[in-house]
Antibody
Framework: EVQLVQSGAEVKKPGESLKISCKGS????????IGWVRRMPGKGLEWMGI????????RYSPSFQGQVTISADKSISTAYLQWSSLKASDTAMYYC????????????????WGQGTLVTVSS | EIVMTQSPATLSVSPGERATLSCRAS??????LAWYQQKPGQAPRLLIY???TRATGIPARFSGSGSGTEFTLTISSLQSEDFAAYYC?????????FGQGTKLEIK
């Protein structure tokens, strides 16, 4: 069974750093893009960025460029989303998702999705 | 960046009736459009890709149509479990973009 399992909820203070994870199983981790999506409270879904673990090709949405870092460790089939200095406005649910079809092409839909990681940033 | 616009923002429909949700792209995305369903407390679930292909396990009452800039998701006979938020998403160009969503509620 193809699965993405995300790390647990986090409560952080403004200015702190954070790295959340998304572990893939049941498929060839290096052959599919992993994407990260944000859902702020009461808002819709926003694409943050995508990474192709096979060659670490990473793309960021303009709104998130420079604000977060996406990485992957293919030895443990895990993708990461990290912040160096959190803000209150980073409070949101974050989802990872796997692309379809396999391969490095960019025109992909995403399925399945991880269960989400809730990040709360508050002083 | 391609802007995706969904309408209506909220749709009130009775169980058993048909629901039609619309999605418009600011420029052509060909057929590179997906629809997702999201229920409270759950991750998004892929319903449709390629504008009209149902994802694995999705009931036949869900259908998608359109190409270019105009797309439609139709749910032919609403079941109680279908009341949720629905998002369209283009994947023709990076950055991918979602519509703002349509909330389907029980009338």
């Amino acid at each position: 069974e193809v699965q993405l399992v995300q790390s647990g909820a986090e409560v952080k203070k403004p200015g702190e750093s954070l790295k959340i994870s998304c572990k893939g199983s049941g498929y060839s981790f290096t052959s599919y893009w992993i994407g990260w999506v944000r859902r702020m409270p009461g808002k819709g879904l926003e694409w943050m960025g995508i990474i192709y673990p096979g060659d670490s090709d990473t793309r960021y949405s303009p709104s998130f460029q420079g604000q977060v870092t996406i990485s992957a460790d293919k030895s443990i089939s895990t993708a990461y989303l990290q912040w160096s200095s959190l803000k209150a406005s980073d409070t949101a649910m974050y989802y990872c998702a796997r692309s379809q079809p396999p391969g490095g092409g960019i025109d992909n839909w995403f399925d399945p999705w991880g269960q989400g990681t809730l990040v709360t940033v508050s002083s | 960046e391609i802007v995706m616009t969904q309408s209506p923002a909220t749709l009130s429909v009775s169980p058993g009736e048909r629901a039609t949700l619309s999605c418009r792209a600011s420029q052509s995305v060909r057929s590179n459009l997906a629809w997702y369903q999201q229920k409270p407390g759950q991750a998004p679930r892929l319903l449709i890709y390629g504008a009209s292909t149902r994802a694995t396990g999705i009931p036949a009452r869900f259908s998608g149509s359109g190409s270019g800039t105009e797309f439609t998701l139709t749910i032919s006979s609403l079941q109680s479990e279908d009341f949720a938020a629905y998002y369209c998403q283009q994947y023709n160009n990076w950055p991918y973009t979602f519509g703002q969503g349509t909330k389907l509620e029980i009338k």
